[in-house]
């Protein structure tokens, strides 16, 4: 008998996740959790949100799910791992205590400063005015973040002082991200490519993958805003051994 297997959410990550492992001969039944239209070709979609997870638990113990695949990070921070966990369940994802590092961007930045990783310099706010008159002291460009979960969409790289007002608006007054723009982070800029150094971590072992590198910006020239991917690939030859040495050390 082969493995059971729930992919839970409903992009384009969970369509390349569930495109991989339906090509795997281990496997005997993959469902996805809500997926979507390309998900629906190698695998049977199932109507739970993916932040459900009561639902969620009670399918997988109802299909005798063999081991359940996370991919967006609401339902992580949500507790979906730990609730699985408790339950006997097998789950690829972090609990809640590790996706607050991705779940709230003050707290991941307190991480990486007591770790003593080099990070752009930045500070908190949860107030408009105070957030315009640090703008207006330090200049610009710099970079605006809501702390919280914004679907890869509550970050604005401000080249002026227009574009930080109304990116500032945006998140604590017009509070467009709710709760996960009531605070922003105004962080340094930063110049050059961008890459994703990535790992696997258990039980005090690191197992480095190959680094990606992926484009946000809607439309074409990186003229629009920030999204949560508009595509992306791996390996990155921007990244050479010694960086990768060094993600494997951090």
Known sequence: MGLRVLVVGSGGREHALAWAMARSPLLEKLFCAPGNAGTAS??????????DVPGLRELALRERI???????????????????????LIVFGPGTAGARIEGSKTFAKEIV??????TGAAAEFTMFRSAMAFVEEQGTPLVVKADGLAAGKGVFVAMNRSEAEEALRACLVERRFGDAGS?????????????SLLALVSDGHVLPLAPAQDYKRALDGDRGPNTGGMGSYS???????QTADFSTRV
């Open 183 to 195: 605070t922003v982070l105004l962080e340094e800029y930063l110049e050059g490519e961008e890459a």
């Open 66 to 88: 063999d081991l359940t695949v996370v991919g967006p990070e609401a339902p992580l921070v949500a507790g979906l791992a730990d609730d699985f966990r408790a339950h006997g």
């Open 113 to 118: 400063n007591a770790a003593g990783v080099p």
């Open 42 to 51: 190698v695998a049977q979609n199932v109507g739970l949100r993916a932040e």
């Open 235 to 241: 390996p990155v030859p921007a990244v050479d051994a």
